[in-house]
């Protein structure tokens, strides 16, 4: 027996014309050396799509690509992923599934109290599938705790088991997941098909259990690890006797990866290097990732030519630009100097020569501006009461900011 295991190809999620081709490419790609290497079945641990309902030319493309396995008689295994499913409108993938092109696993049937997943028996190799799917990471909890466990176990056969969870122990510092300890997840399956977290994690110790990361470059913050090296793929699993998963890289494209400190910067110099950059590196058939963070020295970042830097990568063959410029500040205040005898007299001198720096629609900051920056220092003097939580403080806090400026009946209907 042999098939395909992938996940996390969110399909749909490039706005770029290059980006979406490149997409629909590797899967293509990827089900080639699907047909190639004669797998029985195909595996997609959720986030198939972007979205629960995406842009219809993007179905059209992936459907005519998975049709190609399909039409052989093969079957494509699918769970709900946490992108591409919603609690109250159809999914795509359900109409995929009306269609014949993907088959769902482990849809939830309560049996006493317990929940029991339907189990599908692949016709072409034997083997057994089941699965929860992903939805929010509580209820995907519960789901795990209320699972019939005896009955799973009792399943006689070769067994996988599809899911679209991250599993605590393998979180590794600085990443943001809700998951399960795997513990929770049942037991006696031959293989572990997962899906949700968007790295590569292979446990052959005690169980085997597979995350093949993004299909794709991935999305986001995901392009920045894949220029720096991590490749994206699929698994191939050959289960004779033992289970062997083998990652097949399907990296589309190289990258390049270039980051901008532009403290102290003024928008003119920052421009220049980010031009001598894209003249300069090596970008032809890449993808780039470019970070520009810091606070420049003067100017504003509009002043920053942003557009013009794009331009010109993409003249010198460029495939993309990921630009995460979330971190670039530019001072907006100007420093004054102002004379006082007292704390309180400095404090309004300095506020109503800045008032006209800042320009408000509405609220009190409009109206009395210097009364307001008052109050509001004065609230921000308050300090954290003893036994208060974080939370509480800051609630308090922003209460009593929305107060002073004024601005509660813009923030009620939200
Ligand atoms: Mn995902």
């Known amino acids: 027996m042999k098939f395909a295991h992938m996940a996390d190809i969110h399909l749909g999620a490039a706005s770029d014309q290059a980006l979406k081709r490149l997409e629909v490419e590797t899967l293509e790609r990827a089900v080639n050396v699907c047909l190639e290497e004669g797998v029985d079945f195909m595996i997609i641990s959720g986030d198939?799509?972007?979205?629960?309902?995406?842009?219809?030319?993007?179905?059209?493309?992936?459907?005519?690509?998975?049709?190609?396995?399909?039409?052989?008689?093969?079957?494509?295994?699918?769970?709900?992923?946490?992108?591409?499913?919603?609690?109250?409108?159809?999914?795509?993938?359900?109409?995929?599934?009306?269609?014949?092109?993907?088959?769902?696993v482990g849809k939830p049937q309560a049996v006493e109290g317990k929940l029991r997943p339907s189990v599908v028996r692949d016709g072409r190799s034997g083997a057994l599938l089941t699965g929860?799917?992903?939805?929010?990471?509580?209820?995907e909890r519960q789901a795990?705790?209320?699972?019939?466990?005896?009955y799973l176990q009792g399943l006689r056969g070769f067994k996988i088991f599809v899911f679209h969870t991250g599993i605590e122990e393998v979180r590794k510092e600085g990443e943001r997941y809700e998951g399960i300890p795997s513990t929770d997840l049942p037991r006696g399956f031959d293989y572990y098909a997962g899906?949700?977290?968007?790295?590569?994690?292979?446990?052959?110790?005690?169980?085997?259990?597979?995350?093949?990361?993004?299909?794709f470059t991935g999305w986001g913050a995901d392009m920045e690890v894949t220029v720096k090296g991590e490749k994206r793929g699929m698994y191939i699993v050959e289960a004779d006797g033992g289970v062997k998963p083998r990652f097949v890289d399907m990296t589309p494209l190289g990258g390049i990866f270039k980051e901008f400190?532009?403290?102290?910067?003024?928008?003119?110099?920052?421009?220049?290097?980010?031009?001598?950059?894209?003249?300069?590196?090596?970008?032809?058939?890449?993808?780039?990732?470019v970070k520009v963070f810091g606070e420049l020295s003067t100017g504003k970042t509009a002043e920053v030519d942003f557009n013009g830097f794009r331009e010109a990568l993409a003249k010198r063959g460029a495939v993309y630009l990921h630009l995460s410029r979330g971190q670039l500040r530019s001072r907006e205040m100007v420093a004054v100097t102002?004379?006082?005898?007292?704390?309180?007299?400095?404090?309004?001198?300095v506020f109503a020569e800045l008032a006209g720096a800042?320009?408000?629609?509405?609220?009190?900051?409009?109206?009395?501006?210097?009364?307001?920056?008052?109050?509001?220092?004065?609230?921000?003097?308050?300090p954290k009461r003893e036994g208060e939580t974080e939370s509480d403080y800051e609630s308090r806090f922003m209460e009593a900011a929305v107060r002073v400026l004024g601005i509660g009946k813009f923030l009620e209907g939200e």
């Open 132 to 139: 929860i799917s992903g939805r929010r990471a509580s209820l």
């Open 358 to 382: 800042v320009k408000v629609g509405e609220g009190t900051l409009k109206e009395e501006p210097v009364k307001a920056a008052k109050d509001l220092l004065m609230q921000l003097r308050v």
């Open 48 to 104: 198939l799509f972007h979205v629960n309902i995406p842009d219809l030319a993007v179905v059209r493309d992936s459907v005519r690509v998975l049709m190609k396995f399909v039409a052989t008689g093969r079957k494509i295994y699918v769970v709900y992923g946490s992108h591409d499913f919603s609690p109250n409108s159809t999914s795509i993938i359900d109409i995929l599934e009306e269609a014949g092109v993907l088959v769902r």
């Open 195 to 215: 899906g949700h977290i968007h790295r590569r994690i292979e446990v052959t110790k005690g169980m085997n259990l597979v995350f093949p990361g993004p299909l």
């Open 261 to 289: 400190q532009a403290t102290g910067l003024s928008p003119q110099v920052l421009n220049g290097r980010l031009m001598a950059f894209a003249v300069e590196a090596d970008v032809a058939g890449k993808l780039v990732v």
């Open 144 to 150: 795990f705790l209320d699972l019939d466990r005896e």
């Open 338 to 349: 102002v004379g006082g005898s007292e704390p309180g007299e400095i404090e309004e001198k």
